[in-house]
């Protein structure tokens, strides 16, 4: 929203004053540290009666939505540009919103509505805030947003340092005037598809919650222009009021005498992964990894809510002074910009206000690597169902979290089946929640005492899901079943980017493959077990015992010279088929699979759970009239062992 050349001037300032800007203006009474959380409550076990179909992972894309950058918005230009980001960030004058004179109570929403539209035609999810002194102004926006009608009812201040107004924030007339908005604020837009954060706003400069040099430090000579704690606990408590699905996030660990410590509320670092002073402090990471006194992460192990990430969004700014090198260090830092792999890792940060991303290179792998790491990055580990399915089927996945923060909406996880076309044909609605997939590990600070930095501990699981679909209305055939998660967006304009996995097989418009279904009867099918007595087995190859194999055996030891031959495939015709292989490897092996004497194929098996759980793997080949023979081998290591054969 602020014009270049009013964030350049901004930056230039924030320079000037060094660590002044980045204090608040209280200083509530510290806290011990949380300290380690405590692990979630393990995952259900996937049903062991399903097939358990593997999925290879892939990188995440580095513009899935709720994530990563965001860049200002500048009405009419084109926000796809620059590094891919899904998320716009904006500023709002109170004035330009309560523009009635005469009457605090009416509001003028459509300054808003006109920047979340518009974000909403390039699929991005809006970021803002309220602000009522913004020293110079923003360049579209007034730098004095106090509403008028609280001319004659609240007392105003010169902040001569900014040469801005401050309004008496401790007014009784302005703290009703402004909880009565905040109630209308959420009354409107609570869970509006279209936002993806609420910065709380509203006091002091650019709404971040300080007025230095008029702050409770008064020995420099400046009085106190804050409201005291108490009443900015009562805007808080407003704004957790107002909004039960939107996130909201405050500047500062200890904002409003810490009143934010329990409510729904996050934070937001707007001086992300800078160091400052002389020596060089850090103003995001902790004491004890270099950062300064009032660094945000040290105020928030003051504070005890270094752990707030679990439930409530961390956001912010990279500093705009490091952001055109920021990452080009990766992951450690240099100068003026500080270890970025840490500071994302122990803040938990999902997304980050960057305007100079603009310049960066989409195929940078520091931002890339960077950007994965932030916020969610969910992968399918295994989808779990019948190769063959009539009138209902049980459906599962195991769903992993490789990111520094969980998906913190309630977005919809939808089945699907795709025809041989690519075309949905039906679709499932589930009660899947992906707000439970928690980061698989998350880093120590070294005040909890539980080993050197980098210490890395076990915390979230391969969350595993399932439900049962009804297939009554789908047609016998062969289909690939999908997954796909609803982005809310999509009901107010089809652009919306899509949340997607990080798996060799998402595809572009949101559908995740999870493998190969047949509906219907088995008709046209060919199943073989491994263990069956035609077969040959060469070798140290033998039949096994297996609870988790259809015929209660496997075949193993199969590979380094031992092989196994199926002898009894049949196909009325010749022509290509698709062959799957059920097999069991609790580590990735690779098998040949030779067709009639033909040229070996060579087949990746990704790992299963165990050695009795059951995995999939289908090629396809091609097969003549009459019987064949199918030949697993590995003439260099060991293969799978292999449940049994299926020809569709």
């Known amino acids: 929203m ?3 050349l009013a964030r350049s001037c901004r930056a230039a300032v924030a320079l000037a004053l060094g660590a002044l800007l980045t204090l608040p203006s209280t200083a509530p009474v510290a806290a011990a540290p949380q300290g380690p959380p405590p692990r979630p409550a393990a995952p259900a076990s996937p049903d062991p009666s399903l097939t358990v179909h593997p999925l290879t992972a892939a990188p995440g894309p580095i513009d899935n939505p709720l994530k990563g950058f965001a860049r200002f918005y500048s009405p009419g230009s084109n926000q796809n540009q620059g590094y891919p980001h899904s998320l716009t960030w904006t500023y709002f004058g109170l004035s330009e919103i309560m523009t009635n004179a005469s009457n605090c109570g009416s509001y003028d929403w459509s300054l808003v509505d006109q920047a979340l539209n518009e974000s909403a035609t390039y699929g991005n999810q809006v970021a803002m805030r309220f602000y009522m002194e913004y020293p110079g102004g923003s360049g579209t ?36 005037a402004v909880k009565n908005f905040i109630a209308a604020f959420g009354a409107r837009y609570d869970g509006d598809p279209r936002i993806g954060f609420i910065h709380t706003g509203l006091i002091g400069l650019w709404g971040e919650w300080h007025t230095w040099p008029y702050d409770t430090d008064t020995a420099d000579g400046y009085p106190n222009y804050m409201p005291t704690d108490a009443h900015g606990t009562e805007i808080l408590q407003a704004f957790d009021n107002a909004f039960n699905t939107t996130k909201l996030e405050v500047r500062y660990p200890g904002a409003g005498g810490a009143g934010a410590k329990n409510l729904n509320i996050g934070y937001h670092d707007d001086s992300f992964c800078y160091r400052e002073g002389s020596p060089l402090a850090g103003v995001t990471l902790p004491a004890s990894l270099g950062g300064a006194s009032y660094s945000q992460l040290q105020r928030a ?12 969004s961390m956001g912010g700014e990279v500093r705009p002074e490091i952001q055109s090198q920021a990452f080009n260090y990766w992951p450690g830092g240099s100068g003026q910009v500080d270890n970025m792999k840490a500071c994302i890792e122990l803040e938990h940060a999902t997304w980050k206000m960057n305007e100079q991303s603009a310049n960066y290179s ?26 063959t399915v009539s009138g209902t089927a049980k459906i599962g996945v195991q769903i992993s979290n490789d990111g520094v923060a969980p998906f913190y909406y309630p977005w919809t996880v939808t089945l699907g089946l795709k025809n041989s076309a690519g075309t949905v044909v039906k679709t499932w609605d589930t009660p899947w929640d992906l707000r439970t997939v928690m980061p698989r590990k998350i880093r120590a600070f070294p005040d909890w005492g539980v080993g050197a930095d980098p210490t890395y501990r076990d915390f979230g699981y391969a969350q595993y899901f399932d439900t049962t679909v009804n297939l009554s209305g789908v047609a016998n055939a062969g289909y690939q079943l999908v997954l796909r998660v609803k982005n809310p967006l999509e009901t107010v304009n089809a652009n919306a980017k899509k949340l997607r996995f990080a798996n060799a097989t998402q595809n572009a418009d949101g559908w995740l493959g999870l493998g190969s279904i047949t509906v219907g009867s088995a008709a046209g099918a060919t199943t073989v077990e491994a263990e069956n007595p035609a077969n040959t087995l060469t070798g140290g190859a033998v039949v096994a015992s297996c609870s988790g194999c259809s015929g209660g055996a496997k075949v193993g030891y199969v590979g380094n010279g031992a092989t196994l031959v199926f002898t009894t495939v049949s196909s009325a015709t010749a022509g290509n088929r698709t062959l ?12 040949t699979v030779k067709v009639n004497g033909g040229t070996a194929t060579s087949v990746d098996f990704p790992a299963t759970a165990d050695w009795n759980t059951v995995g999939t793997r289908s090629l396809t080949v091609p097969l003549v009239a009459g019987n064949n023979t199918i030949t697993i081998a590995n003439p260099t290591g060991w293969a799978p062992d292999i449940d049994k054969l299926t020809i569709t």
Not at 156 to 165: D, G, I, K, L, V
Not at 301 to 312: C, D, F, P, S
């Open 2 to 4: 602020p014009s270049l």
């Open 141 to 176: 926006h007034p730098a004095n947003a106090i509403p008028r009608c609280f001319d004659g009812h609240v007392a105003y201040r010169n902040n001569a340092y900014w040469n801005t107004t401050s309004p008496d924030y401790d007014n009784a007339y302005l703290l009703t």
């Open 301 to 312: 192990l003051e504070q005890g809510v270094e752990n707030k990430w679990i439930t409530n």
């Open 362 to 387: 989409p195929t940078d792998p520091n931002v890339a690597a960077a950007v994965r790491l932030m916020g969610y990055n969910l992968g399918v580990t295994n989808a779990y169902y019948p190769n």
């Open 580 to 591: 799957t292989l059920s097999y069991l490897s609790a580590v990735a092996r690779t098998a």
